[in-house]
């Protein structure tokens, strides 16, 4: 097995000083046209989204005892954290993997109150039964639905553990935070749901982290993390597609065929780290770029049925594909083409997550669609990060609509003297190829267009180009990031 040197540790999401607490603010939008995707890129909130991303991906990374001659049960898992319990593969040096345990309860009472929340707010789908009129855009009733979460969330968030965080700054922070948990479930205005939505979630986890909220659960090896994608980012994933399925919620600025997914993107990334390659507990490893755990399933068992539905529980990214399954029908290859490309994926989970790392910055932050409903506050400010570089020109930001009288290449500011233009540091630490230029490379995809892959153009079967045979489907499909080496 291929080593991988050492490396300075990961930065983690920083805490905010209790003794000098930021102006909290109710958040507002700021990007309102195609170049303020670009000021975007530079901001304290862009990089503190990729830290605290990166942050949690690790944690679900497998581990290997530390010191070879200590046997397996000298990986300790987390305290009190029965539902992230680690179990452990058979090799030769075993690896402890962290599944879902749909259903088993935590001991650590953050973890509790986030599930708590999430269990009422899926609750009020009760009090707003879907119209049964015929719909062919979203289901009204998800209006009534958000109406009482928004009623509803005050009281949520004053109760117990979260008001007692919350209530820093004389309340103040509940109304920034609260922004962000409300924008989480979807738009009431379109119907919608996507990965802008998702975001907001982070965003709101990402405030509570700052605020020390998680104080209670064990900063040792990741395992507060583990509690927190596991026990409260999967839940949330839940509570969401049932939402979807229930008010047959519109993916929100829907990619087509260039989507990873209609709705989702995080339990790729999650999920996708379960399964990679171990690396040592207690150790500054960074994450591995290919192999896989041994006992993990392939990455090709996405099309296959029976396997997806024996994996979805235990792991993120076979949960996402389940769901694919549930509200789709067809090939795999023809609703999910880049999902499918990836399956075809040789070198592993480890590269799959390295590339979902990449694919996640290219078309989730670095599009304006998605973007562009995200709001700035104190936590996750809009102020540009001292260390920020100029990001590169990707062709997401080559087209996007623009105001009046603007250019789309507005010169972005200029950092602050004697402060060189480094990558971001979340972006150094996923230990990526260099880009041809400074900074993290946003996008290596072509511009969106008609393709050999598209539906109207697909050769019909038994073709001297069907695409029955993988070689094709995969030529085809391409991922913008498939072709990295």
């Given at each position: ?18 003794s ?5 603010t ?56 029965a ?100 924008g ?9 749901y ?9 965003a ?28 409260v ?11 979807i ?30 399964l ?36 979805r ?43 979902m ?9 670095s ?75 946003y ?26 045979s ?16």
């Amino acid at each position: 097995m291929a080593s991988v040197a050492a490396a300075a540790p990961i930065p983690t999401l920083q805490l905010v000083d209790t003794s000098s607490l930021p102006s909290f603010t109710k958040p507002v939008k700021r990007i309102h046209e195609g170049p303020d995707v670009k000021r975007f890129l530079t901001s304290l909130a862009y990089r503190d989204i990729g830290l605290f991303i990166l942050q949690l991906n690790r944690a679900l990374c497998p581990r290997l005892p530390s010191d070879p001659a200590l046997p397996p049960s000298s990986t300790s898992p987390s305290s009190g954290a029965a539902a992230t319990t680690p179990i452990t593969t058979a090799s030769s040096r075993k690896a402890t993997v962290y599944p879902l345990k749909p259903g088993s309860p935590t001991s650590v009472p953050s973890i509790q109150v986030l599930q708590k929340l999430l269990s009422e707010i899926e609750a009020l789908v009760e009090q707003a039964p879907p119209d049964p009129g015929p719909r062919r855009f979203g289901n009204v009733s998800f209006r009534a639905w958000y109406a009482l979460a928004e009623d509803k969330l005050d009281g949520l968030l004053r109760a117990g553990l979260l008001g007692e965080t919350l209530d820093l700054g004389g309340g103040a922070a509940r109304d920034e935070v609260g922004s962000y948990l409300l924008g989480a479930f979807g738009s009431a205005q379109r119907l919608d749901y996507g990965t802008g939505h998702e975001l907001s979630f982070v965003a709101f986890v990402g405030c509570l982290w700052k605020l020390g909220f998680f104080k209670d659960g064990s900063d040792m090896d990741g395992s507060i993390e583990r509690e927190i994608v596991l026990n409260v980012f999967e839940p949330y994933l839940r509570v969401v597609r049932k939402l979807i399925l229930t008010y047959n919620l519109e993916p929100a600025g829907s990619h087509g065929v260039w989507g990873l997914d209609d709705h989702s993107f995080i339990a790729y990334i999650f999920g996708s780290a379960q399964l990679t390659r171990p690396i040592h507990a207690s150790s500054t490893d960074p994450m591995p770029l290919e192999g896989s755990v041994p006992g993990a399933p392939r990455p090709s068992d996405v099309t296959n049925r029976a396997v997806v539905n024996a994996q979805r529980q235990s792991n993120m990214y076979f949960s996402a594909i389940g769901f694919i399954y549930d509200v789709k029908t067809g090939p795999f290859w023809e609703h999910s083409p880049v999902l499918f490309d990836i399956s075809g994926i040789r070198d592993g989970w480890g590269k799959i997550n390295k590339g979902m790392i990449k694919m996640f910055n290219a078309e989730v932050l670095s599009k304006f669609p998605v973007v562009q409903h995200f709001p700035f506050g104190s936590l996750f400010s809009w102020d540009v990060d001292p260390h920020a570089s100029t990001p590169l020109q990707s062709v997401h930001m080559a087209n996007q609509p623009i105001a009046a009288g603007t250019s789309a290449h507005a010169p972005m500011p200029a950092p602050p003297p004697g402060v060189g233009g480094t990558a971001a540091p979340w972006a150094q630490a996923t230990r990526m190829p260099p880009p041809s230029g400074p900074g993290i490379p946003y996008t290596t995809a072509n511009p969106p267009g008609p393709r050999s892959g598209t539906l109207g153009t697909r050769p019909p079967p038994g073709s001297t180009t069907d695409l029955g045979s993988t070689t094709a489907q995969i030529t085809v499909t391409k991922a913008p990031w498939a072709r990295d080496t």
